[in-house]
């Protein structure tokens, strides 16, 4: 299934969505119509049980370029309510999302790629955060986030001069997964993709969501906290299943239930 737009196109193939910025002759800056479009994939992606992860990426050999600063100029804000900039940065999905960076990620373009679960660039990819370069302020999670991922130092680096560090260093930081050869993000996400859509689909958001819940819960509270997110995957059919595929050695099929 494709379904497209003037500033971006979502295709599913099979469990795996792909959702593709579509403004190459703009270093696909992010518009209005491209965040809705987005925002849409995010929110199908979520209730659709045949889906079961999704990559973001950028046509054209690179990612994205942040806001369209000409549309800006003209009031545009790229951003949808509820979702933030992009249609994800202040509500990312549920179910995973790997982003698939070539080129340049710079300012909400970075900003994406923090909202990302799991990130594959290419080795001349780019990232930054040069609001500050034009009296701005990375506030699409920027500021927020990327203190939470890298040392502060580096975090206030990259916020304060607003210069971009490259797939290499971002790798060092902890930033991304894998740095691949340049034309091939694409295909190393799809490849983690269905090493995920392998997996069963309940303990996969699970995992996610107490992955990310858990990083402001107390120590002392953190197995009860964990409980009522875990115990429902334990008895599900999908464990029940897991088992069963395991002592009959063959693969599993997942319900989702």
Do not use: Y
Not at 112 to 123: E, F, P, T, Y
Request: one cysteine or more; proline letters at 5%.
């Amino acid at each position: 299934m494709t379904v497209r737009a003037d500033d971006a196109r979502v295709d599913i193939d099979g469990d795996v969505m792909i959702i593709t910025i579509n403004r190459p002759a703009q270093r696909n800056a992010m518009t209005q119509a491209a965040a809705r479009v987005i925002a849409r994939a995010l929110n199908e992606l979520d209730t659709n049980a045949q889906v079961a992860v999704a990559i973001l990426t950028g046509a054209g050999g690179t990612f994205c370029a942040g806001m369209d600063l000409k549309r800006f100029a003209a009031g545009e804000l790229p951003r949808v309510e509820g979702r933030g900039f992009g249609g994800l940065t202040e509500a990312p999905p549920a179910k995973p999302l790997i982003a698939a960076v070539e080129g340049w990620a710079l300012g909400g373009g970075f900003e994406l790629v923090l909202a990302a679960d799991l990130v594959v660039a290419g080795r001349s990819a780019k990232f930054g955060l040069p609001e500050v370069k034009r009296g701005l302020l990375a506030r699409g999670g920027g500021a927020v986030r990327l203190p939470r991922r890298v040392p502060r130092a580096i975090a206030l680096q990259l916020l304060m001069t607003g210069d971009p560090i490259d797939a290499t260093e971002a790798r060092n930081f902890g930033l991304i997964n894998h740095v691949v050869d340049d034309g091939t993000a694409l295909a190393g996400a799809r490849a983690m993709a269905a090493s995920i859509a392998a997996n069963a689909p309940l303990a996969v958001k699970a995992a996610k969501r107490i992955a990310l819940e858990s990083q402001d819960w107390p120590t002392t509270e953190m197995f009860q906290r964990q409980r009522p997110i875990a115990d429902p995957v334990f008895a599900s059919r999908d464990a029940a299943e897991g088992a069963a595929a395991f002592a009959e050695k063959r693969a599993p099929v997942w319900t989702g239930r």
